[in-house]
Every structure is written in structure tokens, then in C-alpha cells.
């Protein structure tokens, strides 16, 4: 029997993790047992796209690359959330506190950077953490915690005007922030752009909104007991309550020094990656230095994970790292800013050649060094980016009309079609994909682009390349690309569509979570779907659900709202918005008899009460004598009215009496994300029912107009009109016909507006109004039978479900 050798890898991150993967991928798990320690609490997510989170368009569970699963399917032991404090390299063995140990024959450490945190007062603490408001942007957790303290303040000052800086700025803008940016030196980004291209960039960012101090060095942080402001050098002072530190990176080397390894601005490595001391031990990614570089991206990183595995396992055994060229792009939406390569000339025959358009924000350089293109840069034109790209990546000849490069539209160098494009052509940078390995991976099998990009990795980098990579897929498949079946899937866990799977749940009487991984996904138990399992299982079954505890969410779990300091917020529902001074004084009884630390009319008409206890619920709830009124989760929540007929002179309808029907009627139904309604006595629409998931306006001769499909959050959309009724009645019918039919095919967590828009609100109509598929009977039935099987889950407070339904301390569920 071969006796396999210890792998050990300290640091699972963007480095640590690929290496694994590449080593796996070249049938490692026979060679090694594979041992690896992170300091972060999860699996491996793609650090790049931090920046997307913090801007809002990519949510954190999107980001992951490798989940907890993953580990052990591939027989890795993780520890996950540990640190290795220690490296004994006689013994041959690592340390983390708690008494955990590995011992190695081979040890990887790839440990990656942390933020560069410049000396000034006032940052920590007494505890020696950063004060509150002060953040670093680095983690998810910087980012999650940035987020959250983003939600509370109001202006936003972030040290140090790099390409992350700017990142984390955009980020804050987009959620609504006043943003500065305090920049030390007398131009942005000076590391990868010239002064002239610093300013261009300066005035695009100004007049998004972004304001820019230049030259500033800061002192301190002020405040007391949270930011409140910064103070400088030169004695000007700037107020804000939340300060994001991007002031460069530091390689984590703590841990190589004090084991003896050499260690410069990283640990020093070989072409083999190994330890320039000790070659039984290796560094790869941000904590590594290679020929005196070390690098900050994630294309160089990868390939270092791709060498080592190589000669790790034997896969090529001569394999070397020799160094590479970078590149890097701006993740700024509505910014185009690409760099490669030297910035400036640094020898006296380099060619430099510029074209600068100041008033559209467009500058272009090119430095150009024995024939080939040594460096540019590139700001508003994404067009030219792609083809110099692959010009600096294989140090291609360069054209002699240079002109040729910078305008690929003009001329004869116009883009080429994918046809035309060599298949040695990098597509992917970050991954090292040429157009070559694409079509290759398409002549194999691979059909759509998700199945590319799994077998080539092509995309799952900083994601600028997709689109290309999806013409290369669609060139490939000579235009037959199939879609990812996936796609369409209702939950990942279980490979049906939401129709389908509704069929096969009521042909199988599929009625819990566990009985639906059981019957259609052989057994394998998915986290991530279980809560849209249990929502669409809710909508199949109503009562006759078999309900499971661990397939909820918490707020799911105690019919209330956790909030970030893990208390409760309790809304009672006020029908119709419409209440009495009987049910306002117990609301206020309540509110004083439990401390509530706020109450607050919400935008939706109701009142909330905030700050309640976990294990105060069932006593609130019972004191207060008032259904619930589901703010808590996905389902209809509130109608909000105006006061219609009654009082308003320009009322037409009673807006405020369908309004207490429909509350009354839908209270309680599960959706796949949830529902706001209202109800407008006249176009004038107070209600603002034109922009509700659904809304009804009431129109001239007694009529309505019902509407579906609007938003007013971080999307605005207004609804489009469903149909056109006569009575209220009608608008119920209507109404309850649309809610059934999304609680049937809307995808989870899917709203209303999306909803409509993939659907079409032709077809809609085709289905809803004229019936065109005689459903619609049926609809109207199963709305009815959930409506019937209405039950308040406030009930519970006299007969909880669990004994430690309302204990204590709550678990905020973890990723
Ligand atoms: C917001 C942001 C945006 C970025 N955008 C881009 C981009 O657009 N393009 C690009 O190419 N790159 C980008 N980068 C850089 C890229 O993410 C890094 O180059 C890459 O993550 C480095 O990988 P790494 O594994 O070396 O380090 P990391 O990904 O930082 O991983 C190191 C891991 O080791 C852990 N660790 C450290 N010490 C220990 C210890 N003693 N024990 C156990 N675990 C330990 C750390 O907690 C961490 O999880 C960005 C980075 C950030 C933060
Ligand atoms: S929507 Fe019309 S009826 Fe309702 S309050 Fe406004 S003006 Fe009056």
C-alpha cells in the first residue's frame, strides 16, 4: 500500500484554495492527505468580487467558490476559522491554538496580505480594535460589517485613493453615502496611471458624486466613542462617521519569519515556489515574493497555484514559475479603466504614444519598448482594451500604425470577429484561457457556458471576460449553445424546474423538506435549498405541510424580525392600515411594559416595535392581542391605502375598505419573496399603488385598474396594468389569481417586478384574464385553499413548537 504523504496548507484563500483544486484536478488525493487551516470562518469565496458586494450587485453567497461541502466531498480536512500561530520546521509540524496540530512532509503557506493600516491616532479602542465606524476592506466580514454600519451613516471617508479605494467609494455611493476620498499623494491611483490620466479619472469620479482630497495626510481618526471625523496633517479637519482604510496591502509574513524562513517584503521563493530556506516548504500568492516581486492580482496567483501543483504531484515535474506580466481593470461602474504593464517611459529609446480627449474622458497611452507594447493605459474605451490586452499578455510585434490598436473601430483594424481571432488569444486573464482551450472545451462536450466556463475556469476571475467568453462558446457550438438546464432549476439542490418540481411533489405527496431530497434528489441533502423548498412545499400543502424546523430561517423560525443587535422587531397587523385608539393604547402599554427601544410607523403604515428580546415574543405577542403581521417574511405583508371615498373630495373608490378586504383575505400567504400591496381611491394614486408588487387604483364609473409588478426600493418600476375590473370583488378574484400563479413559477426569492418582466405581461394577461390556458379556475381554487388553511403563527406563543423556540440567545445562522 502506498503511504500517502502529509499535504498541509496554511491559508485558504484565492491562492490556497485553486492550489488544492489543481492539485486534486491532477489526481492528488492519492498522492496526499490534504490538510488545510483558514483563518476565515468559511469556505473559499472570490475575494475580487468584494468590491460587487460592497456595490450592491453580486450578494455574498454569490461569491463563493468552494463551499464547507466541497472540502470534505473532496476528503480535505478544513479547519476552518483557525489560525496557525506556529511553525516547528524540525519537527515538521504546525501549530494553531487549541491544541490543534498538523504534521507535514510538504507545507504550502499562501497566508495572502491584510490591509497596510497607516500609523494616526484615534483608530483603536480600549479594547485595541478598531473604533467603531473604522473599517478595513479586505474580508467578507470587513465587507458585511461595512455594510451594515454604511446603513446608519451618512458620510463616508475613505483613506487612500488606489484601485481599491475607489472601489470601496463607488460602493458607498451606490448606498447612498456622501463619499471623500482622502488621497496622500497629488494624483490618483499613481501607481498605475500618470498624472494627466489621474486627473481625467479625478474629474469622471467628481462628477459621480465622489469628492476627492489630494495631498491630505491624516492624524487621526476623531471621536470618542465612534468616528466623527478626521483631522490632517495641515490642520484641516473633515466631519464623517465612517472611515474605510485602502491604503495598501502588507504580505502576511509573521508566521514564515518567526519559523527562520527568508522573508523581504514576502517570503522568498524559488522558481518551484519552494522556500528559498527549506524546500519542503513553499509560498504561494500575495504573502510570496518572486524575483524580488510580489504580486497583488489574482492572474499571477493562479498561476503560481498551477506550477506548484504541477510539481507537487508530479504532474510536470520541471515545471517553473518565471514571473508574470500584469494587468488590471477599474471595477468602478461607469468607468472604463484599463492598465497594463509601465505606466511611464524608463528608458530613453521607449516610444510613447498618447491620444487625450479631455472633454469625453478619454485618454490613451501607449508605451511602446523594442517593437512591443511594454505598457498602457487606457481610460474611457473599453473597446481597445480586449486587443491590446493580448498584444502586452504575448508580447506580440507591435503594428506600425499604432493607431491601429488604440481605434480598433477606425481604419483597418477594426475589432476582429471571433472567427479571426488566433487560438492562442488569452480570453481570460485571470485564468490564463485562450480561445483555444474554449473551443477545445466545447469540441469535448461542453455545451453551454456555464459547462465552459466549470471545465476551463474561463470567467470565474474578476468576471470581465464573460461576454467574450460567451461569443467564443457561441462561435464554438457554431451558434447551437444550449442553455444551462441549471438555470431554470427552482432550487440548486434539486435539478427540476418549479413547475415540474410542483408536479412531482403532489404526484409523489412529497410533503416535508427531507421527504423532497429523499424522493428527487437521491438522498443528498442541499442547505442552500431548503428554504425555498419549504416555501414552495407551504404553497403545495398549506396546512398539510409537514413543517421542519432547520428548514427555516430564524426570523421564520419566531415569526419576528432579528435585527443586527439580535433583538426582535414585532409588527402587529392594522388592517387596511386602518386602527382605533383601544388597539394604539395597548400598542403603547405594550411598548412601555417591554422597553421596546423604538416604535416606528413603518412605510408601510404599520407600527413596529423594536428592540424585544427573543424569549419576550410569546408574552408580547399575547399582551398585545393582535395577529401577526408577517413583516418577518416572505409573503404578503401590507396593504397600504389612502383614505379614499370616505374623506378625500377626489376619492372614486374605497380604497380604504378594499384595502382592509385584502389584508384580511391574503394575510398569511407565502411567496417566493414578499409582497407589498395598496390600494388608491383615485389616480392620484397617495398610495403610490402603481409601484407595489401588486396595487389597485380606483378609476372613474366604480371601476378599477389592478396593477402588477411595480417597485420602489432600490428599483423602481412602474406596475403594468393586469386588467381592468368592476367591483372589488373582481379585484380580489384578480388579484388572488395573480399571487397564485407567481406562488407557482416565480423562482425563489424572486420579486414580483422580476417576475412579471421574465414572463411578459402579454402573456399574463393570455393566462390570467383571458384564460387561454383554462387555469384559471384552478388558480382561483388554490388561492382559496390558502387562504383557508390560514393560521396565525402567533399562536405559537401559547404552544411553542420546540422547547427552545424562544430560549435566550439567538444563533444568527452562519454562511
Ligand atoms: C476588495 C478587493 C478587490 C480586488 N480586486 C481584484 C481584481 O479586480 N483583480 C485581481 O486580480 N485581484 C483583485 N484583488 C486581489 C486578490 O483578491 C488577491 O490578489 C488574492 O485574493 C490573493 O490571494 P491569496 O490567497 O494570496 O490571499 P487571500 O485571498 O487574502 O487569502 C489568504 C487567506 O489566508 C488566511 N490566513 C492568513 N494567515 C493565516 C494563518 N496564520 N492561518 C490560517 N489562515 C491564514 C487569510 O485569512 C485569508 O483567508 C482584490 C482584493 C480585494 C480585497
Ligand atoms: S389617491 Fe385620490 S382618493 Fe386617495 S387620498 Fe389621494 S387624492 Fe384622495
Known amino acids: ?120 491616532g484615534g ?21 458585511d460589517r461595512m455594510i451594515k454600519y454604511a446603513g446608519k451613516a451618512r458620510r463616508a471617508a475613505v483613506i487612500g485613493g488606489g484601485l481599491l479605494g475607489l472601489e470601496a467609494a463607488r460602493g458607498l455611493l451606490n448606498r447612498g453615502l456622501e463619499v471623500h476620498v482622502v488621497h496622500l499623494m497629488s494624483y490618483l491611483m499613481e501607481a498605475q496611471l500618470d498624472a494627466l490620466a489621474g486627473g481625467m479619472l479625478h474629474r469622471l469620479l467628481e462628477k459621480m458624486g465622489v469628492r476627492i482630497l489630494l495631498e491630505k495626510f491624516t492624524t487621526a481618526v476623531l471621536g470618542d466613542d465612534a468616528v466623527t471625523g478626521l483631522a490632517f496633517k495641515d490642520g484641516s479637519k473633515l466631519d464623517c462617521d465612517m472611515v474605510v482604510i485602502s491604503a495598501g496591502i502588507r504580505a502576511n509574513v509573521d508566521l514564515a519569519k518567526q519559523s527562520g524562513l527568508t522573508v523581504e517584503r514576502g517570503i522568498v521563493v524559488h522558481d518551484d515556489l519552494s522556500c528559498r ?56 461602474m461607469g468607468i472604463e479603466l484599463a492598465v497594463m504593464g509601465d505606466k511611464d517611459p524608463k528608458r530613453e529609446d521607449d516610444e510613447v504614444v498618447t491620444y487625450v480627449e479631455p472633454s469625453r474622458g478619454v485618454y490613451k497611452k501607449l508605451i511602446v519598448r523594442e ?15 480586449p486587443r491590446l490586452l493580448q498584444v502586452f499578455d504575448r508580447e506580440d510585434p507591435m503594428l506600425d500604425d499604432r493607431s491601429e490598436l488604440l481605434f480598433p473601430m477606425s481604419g483597418e483594424a477594426k475589432t476582429p470577429s471571433v472567427a479571426e481571432i488566433p487560438d492562442t488569444a488569452q480570453i481570460c486573464n485571470c485564468n490564463g484561457v485562450s480561445k483555444g482551450k474554449i473551443v477545445a472545451a466545447v469540441k469535448a462536450g461542453c455545451r453551454t457556458v456555464k459547462a465552459v466556463c466549470d471545465a476551463t475556469r474561463a470567467g470565474t476571475g474578476c468576471g470581465s471576460c464573460k461576454p467574450q467568453v460567451q461569443a467564443v462558446v457561441a462561435f464554438a457550438c457554431d451558434g447551437a449553445v444550449e442553455e444551462d438546464p441549471a ?21 409523489q405527496d412529497l410533503r416535508s423538506v427531507s421527504a423532497v431530497f429523499k424522493g428527487l434528489a437521491g438522498g443528498r441533502e442541499d442547505l442552500g435549498s431548503k428554504v425555498g423548498l419549504a416555501s414552495l412545499l407551504k404553497t403545495v400543502w398549506g396546512k398539510e405541510y409537514e413543517d421542519e424546523r432547520d428548514a427555516r430561517f430564524i426570523n421564520d423560525r419566531v415569526h419576528a424580525n432579528i435585527q443586527k443587535d439580535g433583538t426582535f422587531s414585532v409588527i402587529p397587523r392594522i388592517y387596511g392600515g386602518v386602527t382605533s385608539p383601544e388597539q394604539l393604547r395597548r400598542i403603547a402599554d405594550v411598548a412601555e411594559k417591554y422597553n421596546a427601544r423604538m416604535v416606528k410607523i413603518t412605510g408601510g403604515q404599520r407600527i413596529d416595535l423594536l ?29 397600504k391605502t389612502c383614505v379614499g371615498t370616505d374623506f378625500c373630495r377626489y376619492g372614486v373608490g374605497d380604497s380604504t375598505g378594499l384595502g382592509i378586504k385584502i389584508e384580511k383575505r391574503f394575510q398569511g400567504i407565502e411567496s417566493p419573496h414578499k409582497m407589498k400591496l395598496a390600494t388608491a381611491g383615485c389616480p392620484r394614486n397617495c398610495s403610490e399603488a402603481t409601484t407595489k408588487d401588486i396595487g389597485a387604483v380606483a378609476i372613474e364609473g366604480g371601476k378599477w385598474e389592478v396593477y402588477i409588478g411595480g417597485a420602489a426600493g432600490s428599483r423602481v418600476r412602474k406596475g403594468d396594468v393586469l386588467c381592468i375590473v368592476d367591483s372589488q370583488d373582481d379585484v380580489l378574484k ?82
Open 1 to 120: 500500500m502506498i503511504t500517502k504523504q502529509q499535504l498541509v496548507v496554511v491559508g485558504n484563500g484565492m491562492a490556497g484554495a485553486r492550489f488544492v483544486e489543481d492539485v486534486l484536478a491532477r489526481g492528488g488525493r492519492d498522492r496526499f492527505s490534504i490538510t488545510m487551516f483558514g483563518e476565515e470562518p468559511y469556505g473559499n469565496y472570490n475575494r475580487i468580487l468584494l468590491s460587487s458586494v460592497m456595490a450592491g450587485s453580486h450578494d455574498p453567497k454569490d461569491i463563493f467558490l468552494n463551499s464547507l461541502g466541497w472540502y470534505e466531498e473532496n476528503g480535505v480536512k478544513l479547519h476552518a476559522g483557525v489560525r496557525v500561530g506556529w511553525i516547528d520546521r524540525l519537527s515538521k509540524k504546525v501549530y494553531a491554538p487549541g491544541g490543534v496540530t498538523a504534521a507535514y512532509d510538504k507545507l504550502v503557506i499562501a497566508t495572502g496580505s491584510s490591509a497596510f493600516v497607516p500609523p494616526m
Open 123 to 143: 483608530l483603536y479602542d480600549q479594547s485595541g480594535e478598531f473604533k467603531p465606524g473604522v473599517f478595513a476592506f479586505r474580508t467578507l466580514d470587513d465587507c
Open 277 to 332: 530556506n527549506d524546500t519542503n516548504v513553499y509560498a504561494i500568492g500575495e504573502c510570496a515574493q518572486h524575483r524580488g516581486q510580489v504580486y497583488g492580482l489574482v492572474a499571477p496567483i493562479w498561476e503560481q497555484a498551477r506550477v506548484l501543483a504541477d510539481v507537487l504531484t508530479g504532474g510536470n515535474k520541471r515545471a517553473l514559475y518565471t514571473g508574470s506580466r500584469v494587468s488590471t481593470k477599474l471595477k468602478v
Open 371 to 385: 517593437g512591443r507594447l511594454a505598457g498602457a493605459i487606457l481610460l474611457g474605451d473599453g473597446l481597445a482594451a
Open 487 to 507: 438555470a431554470h432549476y427552482y432550487v440548486p439542490g434539486v435539478a427540476l424546474t418549479k413547475p415540474a418540481l410542483i408536479k412531482a411533489v403532489r404526484e
Open 611 to 639: 428592540g424585544i428580546p427573543k424569549e419576550k415574543l410569546p408574552d408580547v405577542w399575547n399582551d398585545l392581542g393582535m395577529p401577526s403581521g408577517h413583516a418577518y417574511t416572505k409573503a404578503f405583508r401590507t396593504c
Open 734 to 815: 384578480c388579484m388572488g389569481r395573480f399571487m397564485q400563479y407567481y406562488r407557482e413559477n416565480g423562482k425563489y426569492l424572486e420579486r414580483t417586478y422580476d417576475f412579471v418582466e421574465r414572463t411578459g405581461i402579454d402573456a399574463l394577461r393570455r393566462l390570467l384574464v383571458d384564460d387561454a390556458d383554462g387555469i384559471c379556475a384552478r388558480l382561483d381554487a388554490d388561492i382559496q385553499a390558502a387562504v383557508d388553511a390560514y393560521d396565525d403563527p402567533w399562536t405559537e406563543s401559547r404552544k411553542p413548537v420546540h422547547p427552545n423556540q424562544f430560549a435566550g440567545t439567538v444563533a444568527v445562522a452562519g454562511r
